[in-house]
């Protein structure tokens, strides 16, 4: 089930900073202020994807 979150959370890692890279390179300078509300909603988004990805690793070795 940990493998399952981890490999869901990075896919969707990826799609977003696909579409976060998309809006920042071609449409940044056309952005009213519910697109930065969107790109904003999107990062903070990345970020808790990014939390769960380094708590669901399943390949944390641990011992030392």
């Given at each position: ?31 009213n ?32």
């Open positions: 089930m940990k493998k399952i979150i981890f490999y869901g959370a990075i896919a969707a890692a990826l799609y977003l900073t696909y579409i976060i890279s998309d809006i920042v390179l071609f449409q940044l300078n056309s952005l202020s519910y697109g930065f509300g969107f790109l904003t909603g999107k990062i903070s988004i990345l970020l808790l994807l990014g939390f769960i990805i380094y708590k669901a690793n399943p390949f944390n070795n641990k011992s030392a």
